[in-house]
């Protein structure tokens, strides 16, 4: 089976030990992360983590059964890159005195579908969000040009599908509503 | 409305204020819970403290290693289905769980331990005695959690035993921070009786069982596989029926031992690595493999890629994350066995399938007169393990609880011991963990006090935790222990002979006087090693009323066969 990128999304009870337990079972098993994101959800008091590794189907398959097993882990899910709606975010410190010799900074961020975050007197920050390619691109544009600072954060995604969590988790509250 | 996580059932209805040392004490009595085992250090003060005041109502044997504690606990387990305790200080204390812990989740035993850990005030600065033992532990429990708060006490304890219980059971780990012991909560107990985001069991699909019972009922050549699942899910009447009804031989893995009686006409006997023939070789040949609560561990399937290719897989399991896992079943039938297998019994049509059958009694003919025969039997100058298992089962006609430890002589109790009743072996299957028997054996006999014990362990593993002799002394806790004593690391030493050209590296062991060490514990001892003499040795170790030491000097260089070496298909099974 090839190798593929899989995006593994984990609904799980706010609590800090998780991070390491998660992490643990892709360690286990030698699988890289190549991102991972862990924000609040849609459903209040739980968290979503977004983790993103490239495995084979057969692999990414046991793990994420490993997961779900973990007692705090309400849902696990695995996605292709076809089922999700995803992004990153890029920030790019350029130094003004190099970049200036190339380009127009307003024409450049219209051109890059970038955007300003803030400037200073020597250099500037812009943010790009997009997918891998898009802020690789401009990275690549830039780096010639005084970039002085590079960060990308993980990727985040939202599935096509319905995730079900709160029909999950009201069904616990109802059917355990006596006490 | 409140969110709630988890749910409770209200038990105790008054509320009391109590430290929470004492509050941990009070969940353990609300959980039944009437022995435990540990040991003290700083951190964990507060609550020996409380154990003193009821030492009425919890008996809390002191072990000589944190290790014996968990192992202690774990054969309590094992023998009662109930869930084992151990607790223990902080930093050393702690890590000398972790041995047991690890077992224990392999092994899916039910614990809950319990370690005492810095103030809270204290925690992340490297305090003495400071361990981060709940990160150590994240990946061998079901759950682990840190208690920092009084308060949290009741409803973490009970959660706890909850999830070490339920489902496919598992150990728990509780860290509670010294300040947390000493503080003050108002204490009512509710059990746990639901967490939203854990199921201990799936949703049964009668569509699968059914699926399953037409692919049995066509079935030319079936064979069951079943594992420590039927007996954890207390499925042993319904196994017994659906072979019985469908007339299927049915084999065990080393964790299924006793959850069928030995001597029942359609068992044939161990898969696995040092298995029997029979069902090892008939693997490859079977249409049907029906695997029950067991989990394909590689011991048993050798090279995974010429496993059982030709059968139809039907997979009995309760952890969903274990199908597929190792084997793709064809049929996954999820659920606790005790209700799968209930469903399946209705479906299945009755069958004899003696043809087939013929073949396991064949093959054990010709492992009989290759290798049990002469085990049995044997004639040289020097005892073999069997012949000393098989003078037991003469004594305990299946009777007794039989834990081993870890190695050949482990391997030859597990084939040669006798079981009547389920729950009766008690063996490191998953972690082989050198050790366990003779603490897991005096768990064992304060779990079933009124069954007789017997540890068999080798000369190796009997120094890995000998000091709990110390337990077994101060304690008395009745149990037999028999070291088969062949002067070597004898598994491994198999391994140099048959792989690496006998360079016995670091395997021959200059032992010490046992019998000496024993009666240094005054624990009753004898030593034997003539086979005129060993009848009436087990006898005076077999009617002793008290803890009985006896030491069997063994064949220095017996290995132990029928063998599936490392990589080979389970039809390459070795007969030497
Ligand atoms: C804690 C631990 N360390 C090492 C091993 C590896 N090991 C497996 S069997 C064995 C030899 C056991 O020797 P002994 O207890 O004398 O039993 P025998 O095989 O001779 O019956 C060893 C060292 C282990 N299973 N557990």
């Not at chain 2, 023998?79 to 084992?84: D, I, Q």
């Not at chain 2, 890629?305 to 997979?315: D, F, G, L, N, T």
Request: charged letters at 25%; glycine letters at 8%.
């Amino acid at each position: 089976m090839e190798k593929k990128n899989f995006t593994v999304s984990v609904y799980t009870e706010n609590n800090p030990g998780l991070l390491s337990r998660i992490a643990a079972i892709f360690l286990k098993r030698h699988i890289n992360i190549e991102s991972i994101t862990v924000s609040k959800s849609e459903v209040k008091e739980v968290m979503r983590f977004i983790i993103v590794v490239n495995v084979t189907e057969e692999k990414i398959k046991k793990v994420v059964g490993q997961i779900e097993k973990q007692i705090e882990v309400i849902k696990a899910y695995y996605h292709t890159d076809e089922e999700l709606i995803f992004q990153e975010t890029a920030l790019y410190k350029i130094r003004t005195s190099d970049f200036e010799k190339e380009w127009k900074l307003e024409d450049f961020l219209k051109e890059n579908n970038a955007w300003m975050v803030t400037v200073a007197p020597d250099f500037f920050v812009i943010e790009k969000t997009g997918k891998r390619h898009e802020t690789e691109s401009l990275y690549e544009k830039l780096k010639p040009y005084g970039l002085m600072q590079f960060v990308r954060s993980g990727r985040i995604a939202v599935s096509k599908n319905e995730m079900q969590i709160s029909g999950m988790l009201e069904k616990f509250n109802t059917t355990n509503s006596n006490s | 409305m409140e969110l709630k996580t988890a749910s409770f059932e209200k038990v105790s209805t008054e509320t009391t204020t109590v430290s929470g040392a004492e509050a941990v004490i009070k969940c353990l009595l609300e959980e039944g819970v009437g022995t435990i085992y540990g040991y003290p250090g700083g951190a964990i003060m507060p609550i020996y403290d409380e154990l003193y005041k009821y030492q009425d109502q919890i008996h809390h044997v002191l072990t000589r290693h944190e290790q014996g504690a968990t192992h202690a606990a774990q054969g309590y387990a094992r023998v009662t289905g109930k869930v084992g305790v151990a607790i223990a200080t902080s930093g050393p204390g702690a890590t000398n769980l972790v041995t047991g812990i690890a077992d224990a989740q392999i092994d899916s035993t039910p614990l809950v331990c319990i370690t005492g850990q810095v103030g809270s005030h204290l925690l992340g600065s490297d305090a003495f005695q400071e361990t981060d033992i709940v990160g150590i532990s994240t990946p061998i429990t079901k759950w682990n959690h840190q208690i920092t708060k009084a308060s949290e006490i009741p409803e973490v304890l009970a959660k706890a035993f909850f999830i070490a219980r339920s489902g496919r059971p598992g150990p728990v780990l509780i860290d509670i921070t010294k300040d947390a012991q000493f503080a003050s909560l108002e204490f009512s107990y509710k059990k746990c009786s639901g967490i939203r985001s854990y199921t201990p069991t799936p949703e049964i699909d009668l569509l699968q069982i059914e699926r399953a019972a037409e692919a049995i009922n066509h079935a030319k050549k079936p064979l069951i596989v079943f594992g420590q699942g039927v007996i954890l899910g207390e499925a042993e009447a319904l196994l017994k029926q659906v072979v019985e009804k469908a007339g299927i031989p049915a084999a065990w893995t080393i964790l299924g031992l006793s959850a069928m009686p030995t001597e029942h006409p359609l068992n044939v006997g161990m898969v696995g690595m040092h298995g029997n023939y029979g069902p090892n070789m008939l693997t490859n040949e079977c249409d049907v493999l029906i695997a029950i609560g067991m989990r394909f561990d590689d011991r048993v399937t050798g090279d995974l890629s010429r496993y059982a290719k030709q059968a139809k897989i039907i997979h009995f399991e309760i952890d969903p994350a274990e199908v597929h896992k190792n084997v793709t079943a064809d049929i996954p039938v999820l659920g606790n066995v005790k209700e799968t297998l209930k469903f399946l019994l209705e479906f299945l049509k009755p069958n004899k399938h003696t043809a087939w059958h013929q073949k396991f009694k064949d093959l054990y003919k010709i492992e009989f007169d290759k290798i049990i025969k002469d085990e049995l039997h044997a004639r040289g100058s020097e005892l073999g393990m069997a012949e000393v298992i098989e003078e037991i089962n003469n004594w305990t006609k299946g009777d007794a609880i039989i834990v081993s430890d870890v190695g050949q002589h482990q391997m030859i109790a597990c084939r040669y011991a006798k079981f009547n009743s389920s729950r009766s072996n008690v063996t490191s299957g998953g972690l082989g963990t050198m050790g366990f028997a003779l603490p897991a054996a005096m768990g064992a006999k304060m779990g079933c006090p009124d069954r007789e014990v017997v540890a068999i362990i080798g000369d190796g593993g009997f120094q890995m935790t000998i000091q709990e002799l110390g337990t077994i002394f101060q304690t008395k806790i009745p149990i037999k222990i028999v070291v088969l004593n062949n002067g070597f690391l004898g598994m491994v030493r198999q391994w140099q002979q048959l792989f690496f050209d006998k360079r016995y590296a670091s395997t021959e062991m200059i032992n010490p006087d046992f019998v000496a060490i024993a009666r240094g514990y005054q624990i009753k001892s004898n030593h034997v090693s003539e086979r005129s003499k060993l009848k009436d040795a087990i006898k005076e170790m077999m009617e002793a009323n008290e803890p009985y030491f006896l030491e069997v000097k063994v064949e220095k260089e017996n290995n132990v066969f029928p063998m599936i070496p490392t990589g080979a298909a389970v039809s390459e099974i070795r007969l030497e």
